[in-house]
T-cell receptor, first 116, second 114 residues
Framework: DAGVIQSPRHEVTEMGQEVTLRCKPISGHNSLFWYRQTMMRGLELLIYFNNNVPIDDSGMPEDRFSAKMPNASFSTLKIQPSEPRDSAVYFC??????????????FGDGTRLSIL | AQSVTQLDSHVSVSEGTPVLLRCNYSSSYSPSLFWYVQHPNKGLQLLLKYTSAATLVKGINGFEAEFKKSETSFHLTKPSAHMSDAAEYFCVVSDPSGTYKYIFGTGTRLKVLA
């Protein structure tokens, strides 16, 4: 079984550039999550989609961040313009149900983003 | 409100000795609880989950955890540590009443000494 697939695995870019992170959830999972992990703040939920619809984007830091899920098998997280403080590891996770949190989330291997 | 506390930020054990990683939770509901492991440059991998069935939960790679409601604890154990167990471990609580949010502990970094 293929797990959650994220690309790219590493991204290094200069501040001010647009960054797009990609995620393919596990087939059949209808919930998708984007997280950010830093040493200072740990794991933070950025946005949650259910059945391709954004349900909770309260964790998105500011308007520079946007996320889309055009279909059940693909999601993007975009940062425009990027800033050095956006440097972090970004994880995508999916789970099979929308309600009831006893279904575990399955994580991708993350994108390590460095903004110079 | 729910919360989770991992009592040790770092734990060191010798290879072949038992592992104990401690987790306490606070929840208004009967919680769902999870342990995840994160190896370097990898995502979080589910070790085990508790969802109000058996209080002793067996997971992958020889790990298990016991849910103790009276102590509000969900400690992770393994009888014999292996070098490959060196990683960061996260205890997670979620609300089974219908929300989706995970509350993560701050993590415990396990070091295994040869």
């Amino acid at each position: 079984d293929a797990g959650v697939i994220q690309s790219p695995r590493h991204e290094v870019t200069e501040m001010g550039q647009e960054v797009t992170l990609r995620c393919k959830p596990i087939s059949g999972h209808n919930s998708l999550f984007w997280y950010r992990q830093t040493m200072m703040r740990g794991l933070e939920l950025l946005i949650y989609f259910n059945n391709n619809v954004p349900i909770d984007d309260s964790g998105m830091p500011e308007d520079r961040f946007s996320a889309k899920m055009p279909n059940a098998s693909f999601s993007t997280l975009k940062i425009q313009p990027s800033e050095p403080r956006d440097s972090a590891v970004y994880f995508c996770a999916s789970s099979p149900t929308g309600k009831g949190s006893n279904q575990p989330q399955h994580f991708g291997d993350g994108t390590r983003l460095s903004i110079l | 409100a729910q919360s989770v506390t991992q009592l040790d930020s770092h734990v060191s054990v010798s290879e072949g000795t038992p592992v104990l990683l401690r987790c306490n939770y606070s929840s208004s509901y009967s919680p769902s609880l999870f342990w995840y492991v994160q190896h370097p440059n990898k995502g979080l991998q589910l070790l085990l989950k508790y969802t109000s069935a058996a209080t002793l939960v067996k997971g992958i790679n020889g790990f298990e955890a016991e849910f103790k409601k009276s102590e509000t604890s969900f400690h992770l154990t393994k009888p014999s540590a292996h070098m490959s167990d060196a990683a960061e471990y996260f205890c997670v609580v979620s609300d089974p009443s219908g929300t989706y949010k995970y509350i993560f502990g701050t993590g415990t970094r396990l070091k295994v000494l040869a």
